[in-house]
């Protein structure tokens, strides 16, 4: 007779899942044994941090849920940063945690924390199983529910007892295709009136615009309307072929450079934009029209409210409105002569040879040595904003970076996933001093899975951004500044290799030679941010 944890994992194999990330614990035994007889492969990771962080971002860039294990209490509550990671950043997910065994209680409450209660803020949906006769159910379900749009993070917590239960052998729930209904015409035929109409239209995509299953319906749209677009920070590099059209990034929400389209704009034909993001543009009483193309409506905040809404499967509908307006968009390209000039305040600077290097410079480096098809995942910090604003991307999902929950700490974890998920494509994962070292335990779980993966780490020692903000905000400097390892021997104590940039024109030969190599590289590079106020307002100025 199979127990509880035989079924949960014969589930999780018709679900498809090939990897579990997790760190067990004792309440996860018999999870642990039914999966040493499975095809699915336990991937350790060294916090339970960075395994919830490589699960969500399986999730990001397959539209199907990465899986996570932890033990109970302190294990699930280490969980909690990547579930809301995920929740955030619609990221499908499922997190299943240990529980004592709730019939009898033998260890009192010893390590018993809610861990249910806990995960309610952070979750689309959060459960014990009760009985091993009802996992099938509750598997189905929680992967339904954690892949239909909006998707996000489902929590499972399956006791001990539960786990170890015999039951009869419950037939398992097989997924099934869903398809997503297109907008209803009506949408469709004002959002083309619309359209039309506009005097000079400008596209927006959004973070769910970057979503697997979008991408191609999106950019058939683009090119087909001719209307210029820009981009979110997650809207990046959704539209291959359409560049361009690209007219920029909108790193800051107002007064960036790309502002100088956006504010010019009668029409904003957003697509897949999630409020979650760090605002693009601010909506006021004056200002454009917006119609929201999304999966789900609009949610209305302060800063948006758009005026009319294509709701539904966004490729597709997206094809139905390019249909109606296709070669009738008299105003398209109206916005299009600013576009040369908003692109060259992006390179400004971009090969400044100064060392240490400018942000600006680093961007530029960077893209020298990534392919098109190469995955840059970002953690937080201020080169964040130069990378949103300046990188330049052509295909979806290659600049991996978080303007949602906007956690330190993620950058090497989706990197890692990027590199286990693509090994034939060249990964970086770029970090500040200080969010490389919230997760760099996890080199251990780069090296052991024999990744190829470079880290580049700003060194600037100092949580920069806010030393920025700080000065931004004429607060005296204190305070955000500390010490560092050697980078280079804490990359070879791990068994990795490390590389110190010791001049600017090094960068490049050094992050070539590093992706030759293959395996783990860490190469920590000098920062200089002291043009940041400076150079960042001068957009806002
Ligand atoms: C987990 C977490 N803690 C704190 C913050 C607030 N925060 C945002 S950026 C930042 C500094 C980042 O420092 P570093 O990684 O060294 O990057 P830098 O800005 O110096 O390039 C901090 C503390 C955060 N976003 N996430
Ligand atoms: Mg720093």
């Not at 100088?260 to 693009?280: F, N, W, Y």
């Not at 597709?316 to 916005?335: C, F, H, I, M, T």
Request: hydrophobic fraction near 45%.
């Amino acid at each position: 007779m199979p127990k509880g944890s035989d079924l949960l994992v014969a589930a999780l194999e018709s679900e498809g899942v090939d990897r579990i990330f997790g760190v067990p614990g004792e309440e996860n035994l018999d999870v642990v044994e039914s999966l040493r007889g499975s095809k699915i492969q336990l991937v350790l990771t060294r916090h339970e941090q960075g395994a919830g962080f490589m699960a969500a971002t399986y999730g990001r860039l397959t539209g199907r849920p990465g899986v996570c294990i932890s033990t109970l209490g302190p294990g699930a509550l280490n969980f909690s940063t990547a579930a809301a990671y995920a929740h955030l950043g619609a990221m499908p997910m499922i997190m299943i945690t240990g529980q004592k065994a709730i019939m009898t209680a033998r260890q009192a409450r010893f390590q018993i924390v809610d861990v249910i209660a806990s995960m309610k803020p952070l979750t689309k949906m959060t459960r014990q199983i009760v009985s091993p006769a009802s996992i099938p159910t509750i598997v189905r379900e929680a992967f339904r529910v954690a892949q239909e749009e909006r998707p996000g993070p489902v929590h499972l917590e399956l006791p001990e007892d539960v786990a170890g239960e015999e039951t009869a052998d419950v037939p398992l729930v097989p997924p099934h295709p869903v398809d997503i209904p297109v907008a209803h015409p009506a949408a469709l035929d004002r959002a083309a009136e619309m359209i039309m109409a506009a005097k000079r239209p400008l596209i927006m995509l959004g973070a769910a615009a970057s979503r697997p299953r979008s991408t191609a319906g999106i950019a058939g749209f683009v090119l087909r309307t001719q209307i210029p677009f820009f981009t979110t920070q997650m809207g990046k590099g959704t539209v291959a072929g359409g560049s361009k059209l690209y007219v920029g990034t909108a790193a800051l929400s107002e007064r960036d450079y790309v502002h100088e389209a956006i504010d010019r704009a009668d029409l904003i034909i957003s697509v897949g934009h999630d409020t979650i993001e760090k605002p693009p543009f601010i909506m006021g009483p004056k200002g454009p029209q917006v119609i929201h193309v999304g999966y789900t409506p609009a949610n209305v905040e302060q800063v948006f409210f758009p005026h009319a809404e294509v709701v539904g499967d966004v490729g597709p509908s997206l094809e139905l409105l390019a249909d109606r307006v296709e070669g009738k968009v008299p105003n398209a390209g109206a916005l299009l002569p600013l576009r040369e000039k908003i692109l060259a305040r992006i390179v400004d600077r971009a090969d400044e040879e100064r060392f240490p290097p400018t942000p600006q410079r680093i961007v530029h480096d960077v893209r020298q040595v990534i392919p098109s098809d190469g995955i840059v995942a970002l953690d937080n910090g201020m080169y964040k904003i130069w990378f949103a604003r300046s990188y330049r991307s052509a295909v979806s999902n290659t600049l991996l970076l978080d303007n949602a929950l906007a956690t330190m700490g993620a950058g090497l974890p989706s990197a890692m996933m990027a590199a286990l998920m693509y090994p034939g494509r060249r990964v970086l994962a770029v970090c500040g001093d200080g969010g490389f070292m919230m997760n760099s335990q996890e080199l251990e779980t780069a090296v052991r899975l024999g990744l190829d993966l470079v880290v580049l780490i700003l060194q600037d020692d100092a949580y920069g951004m806010i030393r920025w903000k700080q000065s931004v905000d004429r607060f005296a400097d204190f305070g955000l500044t500390f010490g560092n390892p050697d980078f280079v021997r804490y990359a070879e104590a791990y068994g990795a290799r490390g590389t110190r940039i010791g001049a600017t024109e090094d960068l490049v030969p050094v992050l070539h030679d590093a992706f030759r190599a293959g395996g783990v590289h860490l190469v920590t590079v000098p920062v200089d941010y002291s043009d940041n106020a400076r150079l960042l307002l001068e957009g806002v100025a």
